[in-house]
DNA sequence: TAGATTGTTAATCGATTAACAATC
DNA sequence: TAGATTGTTAATCGATTAACAATC
């Protein structure tokens, strides 16, 4: 499918593009121009015709580019026209909100069973999904072609339980515990540290403050100088 | 406190350090060098030397940087030596996730309250917060000097209720929601899209498949070759 | 055909890495 | 003092933007 390695900042955006795109059909938009895009989603126009060319031409001079041919193709791109099988380990809130988001179920997310260390949770069912011990997470994996796994477990016990989900031959974890985990080179980790986020925030609002406060004394010292 | 304006790229980082920074120091380690932490992060020591030199120069030649002194500072660049006061809208599994997610307060993040358009949530008490209905949301904002607001509601409501919470004064929107919201210039806002997340890994995980899949192929040509 | 807009090459910009003098 | 390691400048690398010929 790709020819070069494609950069981590395309990956990145691609997703985005996606629901644009997925939300021009929606309101009935047969087709776009790259221009048109760069101001809804106001990138360069330049960047979305690059980006879109590491896939393939996906667009025709003079016309644009047709909407739902190019929602399916980056759906495509995505992986998200096959089916992943999904597992969750970790039953507290946060694992229980991801197995409610039903969007997944939709693109090709299929969550397939949900874990947990925690004895009270265990036998609970949620969203159809019962609690299980990790016991039997090994052979769960093995019976129930289970490809990816979310991890939304405290830190401390993440590395062991990834280690394991490794073994039993998962290919891809999606990790909320905040380490950064130890895997082959095969296996993929996408991280969601949301504490990063929020200090991201944390900084970005502490930073505007300062700005705004230095913008207002620099105002009050050319009035002075007048 | 910044002289100059600080890129994206390194505001991403500097959680990261400030971590790695925190478990050094639970870990007994007084002093460490760029090289050293370079090793342990998968970065390069030159990454983190410019990274740091944005804000001050915080080691000392031949001794390397004092980790409990760079911590601190760094605590402080992040603007969590600083008591944020912050409220959730959307009181469903993801806003009870974050609310129970404990080392939040720690790092100044004082949760003030939950809010929520479910008349069944309201009223509910979650961590000794009681879910409010929205109808009161800017005269509560006012009375608890809250300036920061988690958004994890659904996409459809989630630009109605971000204008109210701008108007009302709030300076800081943590969106959960996949939607990109319109704020003043003065206002931040740091995304969370989860489903843009999955799919990064989707995208991820299937190119790994195709990248091995070839490797493969290549390998029985050399063979028939030979 | 003329106008529009892509695909793609070239130019610019910024971020990362390398190197080394300063200095603890 | 000698060795180590920073802070910082210079070199490299990559990503973004601009430009335009190709073409629908």
């Given at each position: 499918m790709e020819e070069r390695e494609i950069s981590k900042a395309v990956i990145t955006r691609l997703p985005r593009y996606y629901r644009y795109l997925g939300e021009l059909l929606e309101s009935g938009v047969e087709r776009i121009s790259s221009n048109e895009l760069s101001t809804r989603m106001s990138v360069t126009a330049s960047q979305i015709r690059q980006d879109l060319n590491n896939f393939g031409g996906f667009g025709q001079q003079g016309y644009g580019y047709n909407v739902k041919y190019l929602y399916?193709?980056?759906?495509?791109?995505?992986g998200i026209d096959r089916q992943h099988n999904l597992i969750i380990i970790g039953?507290?809130?946060l694992g229980q909100a991801i197995a409610n988001y039903a969007n997944f179920e939709k693109r090709g997310f299929i969550?397939?069973?949900?874990?947990?260390?925690n004895?009270?949770?265990?036998?609970?069912?949620?969203?159809?999904?019962?609690i299980r011990g990790v016991d039997?997470?090994?052979?769960?994996?093995?019976?129930?072609?289970?490809?990816m796994a979310a991890l939304t477990i405290p830190k401390?016990?993440?590395p062991e339980i990834a280690e394991r989900l490794v073994n039993a031959g998962i290919k891809a974890i999606w990790n909320f515990?905040?380490?950064?985990?130890?895997?082959?080179d095969d296996v993929v980790v996408e991280n969601v540290h949301l504490s990063e986020s929020l200090m991201r925030l944390s900084y970005r609002v502490c930073s505007m403050q300062d700005k705004l406060e230095k913008e207002?004394?620099?105002k009050q010292e050319n009035k002075q100088e007048k």
């Open positions: 399916t193709e980056m759906g495509r791109i995505l039953a507290g809130n969550i397939k069973g949900m874990f947990d260390i004895p009270r949770l265990i036998g609970l069912v949620v969203r159809g999904i019962e039997d997470l090994e052979q769960y994996i093995k019976d129930n072609d289970v490809q401390t016990k993440a515990a905040h380490v950064d985990l130890t895997v082959p207002q004394e620099s």
